[in-house]
């Protein structure tokens, strides 16, 4: 992404324990200059803190944050370079749109003069498309005229990090998916290292670079969207993020071109790809995500990788439809079909049905 | 509901208004009265607002009073607003809950004890200390302002715990140090609440009988305490007339603190709809 090798953000075993809970448990990571990365997690997983650890309202309990390679770790919230966009805005009630903007920039050391600040200030409510509402209280703008202008507010200072504290918490759906990509697209014009914290992995994979996912304080995975939904490496990230099948199996054949395992639901073995990193009997987990099975009516001809069981319930979502499988060990497959078709409503309640899927398609996990 | 008022409603509404103002409009009508008997009327005239103008007592005790009134009101709002921000804003300390709770205790304290103690407390000083020398002034204004700063404290404090927490951490966030925060963010938002405070404070320092008369001292005698023994000497149609200027200042006040509040909501009211 730069030519430098030094991360823009780093953060070295950091630890936060609030009265011997601890929220945050030895959390490294490096970020590079650019990139948009979401903290991805439940609510209590230890993203918020972390994150308030950035900014300065919380200090470390152990390790440190370097930014550009300076520990930051006891520098006071106001001599960071990093500003935040907080869930609820906090825009100042008591001032107009550009006098929000210009807040920061009047706290600075060598403060611009008052026409260059008016200028800058312009500047940054043309970015985000405000500039018709200088003069305008936060309490006369919308809840999408606010969220920009709280992103102008944050950006006007040029932070080295821009931190995002749930940035669509406040909007409806609708506009939250509007609003994610354009506040993305400036965030990407203005070229600033970002990091977010949401719970919603929709939002996390479609405005970051890369997710870490956060479980219990700690973390469980770091990665691209794609490599996180497609190779989750455990139970928590593959059910945390997206819909998933995960079967309990027993290693009984290892091969040098693929591993057999063995499952008590299925009425044939599974097949995955060679490489599993577990002895003869081994117990693993294997996840199958709903839109990689295929339902057929038929036997399929393949002798692993499939199972059979009559349809419980279909929940019809317009563009696809997503059938729940009941198998006769009493657990419940899931399988998304597309609806190509407007008239094909072959499948339905109580039919029997095989679901199969190929080798490449599951994913092993170890714990 | 219907935005129309019922005519039972309305019977109501007229026998509650009737029932609160009816005693301070025959108060004021009464001021205007010629007969020197308060409960006869005996023409229309102004003459007692001429001698109320004339009542050098009376008039040497409203300044009394409204000077007192103006100080301890200002020092309450400075103390109340130091004590809001330590009960809301910081952290756990030991004796907090403590703290709370004794601020707050004299609104309930009857003004009998809190007047007693005080005076208890001012003639213990005066004998060991020598300050306060004498019971005058002073004294009413340092009674005035313990009891006055519970009241701020109340109403500040819930001002401070309703607003944004995070409205002073974008503050500190974008590069504005602890006190710059304070005066730029926390106090224009925490303004209405002291200005009310200011007044309920001024309100009841101006009203106090019972506390002023435990801790005055000769030649500081306050307006209450003028009027309610000029009343057990008599009623003079003065004190009607006093009244009635007191409600006509009262009167005001509320109308423009209205009026003021009206003006700001009716700028905030033309929102626009919708996303641009």
Not at chain 1, 168 to 189: C, F, H
Not at chain 2, 152 to 165: A, G, K
Request: aromatic share 8%; glycine share 8%.
């Amino acid at each position: 992404m730069t030519g430098s090798n030094q991360p823009m953000l780093e953060i070295r075993q950091v630890s936060k324990s609030f009265g011997g809970l601890s929220a945050v448990k030895e959390v490294s990571l490096s970020i590079d200059k650019g990139e948009i990365f979401a903290l991805l997690g439940g609510s209590g997983c230890g993203k918020t803190t972390l994150l308030r650890m950035l900014a300065g309202f919380e200090s470390p309990s152990k390790g440190a944050i370097f930014i550009d390679g300076e520990d930051i770790s006891k520098v006071p919230a106001h001599k960071r370079p990093v500003n935040m966009m907080f869930q609820s805005y906090a825009l100042f009630p008591h001032m107009s749109v550009a006098q929000n903007v210009a807040f920061g920039l009047k706290q600075e050391k060598n403060k611009l003069s008052k026409p260059q600040i008016a200028k800058k200030v312009l500047e940054l409510l043309t970015l985000v498309r405000m500039q018709d509402f200088a003069q305008r209280k936060p309490d006369q703008l919308s809840g999408g005229q606010r969220q920009r202008v709280a992103l102008a507010r944050s950006l006007a200072k040029k932070p080295k990090v821009l931190l995002l504290d749930e940035p669509m918490g406040a909007l409806d759906k609708k506009l939250r998916s509007q609003m994610q990509l354009e506040v993305v697209d400036i965030i990407e014009s203005v070229g600033v290292t970002c990091v977010m914290v949401t719970h919603d992995q929709e939002e996390a994979m479609t405005m970051a670079n890369r997710i870490s996912v956060m479980h219990e304080g700690e973390i469980m995975q770091v990665g691209t969207p794609s490599e996180i939904y497609e190779f989750p490496n455990s139970r928590h990230t593959a059910e945390f993020i997206g819909s998933v099948n995960i079967f309990d199996a027993t290693v009984t054949q290892l091969e040098a071109d693929y591993t057999r395992l063995s499952c008590v639901d299925l009425n044939a073995p599974i097949q995955v790809e060679a490489g599993v990193n577990a002895p003869l009997g081994a117990s693993l987990g294997i996840a199958v995500r709903p839109e990689k099975i295929t339902m057929t009516q038929k036997k399929p001809e393949q002798s692993d990788n499939w199972l059979m069981g009559l349809v419980e319930d279909i929940a019809y979502l317009g563009g696809h439809s997503v059938y729940y499988v009941k198998l006769e060990s009493g657990k419940r497959v899931m399988a998304i079909g597309t609806n190509n078709d407007r008239h094909e409503q072959k499948v339905t309640w109580q039919d029997r049905v095989y679901l199969h899927w190929s080798i490449t398609s599951s994913v092993v996990l170890y714990q | 509901m219907g935005h129309k008022v019922s005519s039972l409603g309305k019977t109501y509404l007229t026998l509650g208004f009737i029932f609160l103002y009816l005693p301070i409009f025959i108060l004021i009508i009464f001021s205007f009265n010629e007969s020197k008997l308060v409960t006869v009327w005996g023409g229309f005239s102004t003459k007692w607002y001429g001698e109320l103008l004339n009542d050098k007592q009376m008039l040497g005790a409203a300044w009394m009073s409204f000077k007192i009134a103006f100080l301890a009101a200002s020092i309450a709002v400075v103390l109340g607003a130091l004590a809001s921000i330590v009960m809301v804003r910081t952290g756990q300390f030991k004796g907090k809950a403590a703290f709370a709770s004794m601020i707050t205790a004299p609104l309930v304290m009857p003004e009998v004890i809190t007047g007693l103690s005080l005076l208890l407390l001012f003639v213990a000083m005066a004998q060991t200390i020598g300050w306060p020398a004498g019971r005058g002034m002073l004294t009413i204004l340092i009674a005035h302002v313990t009891f006055c700063t519970a009241f701020v404290t109340v109403v500040v404090s819930s001002r401070l715990r309703e607003m944004d927490v995070s409205l002073e951490e974008a503050a500190r966030d974008l590069g504005a140090p602890p006190w710059k925060v304070f005066f730029l963010v926390t106090l224009p938002i925490i303004a209405p609440a002291l200005i009310s405070g200011w007044l309920l404070a001024f309100t009841l320092s101006l009203d106090d009988l019972v506390i002023a008369s435990f801790v005055s001292g000769p030649g500081s005698t306050t307006l209450p305490m003028v009027v309610y023994s000029s009343v057990r000497l008599g009623l003079s149609p003065k004190i009607n007339a006093l009244a009635t200027i007191i409600v006509l200042l009262a009167t005001t006040g509320v109308l423009t603190a209205w009026w003021l509040a009206r003006r700001v909501e009716s700028k905030s009211i033309k929102r626009p709809t919708g996303d641009s």
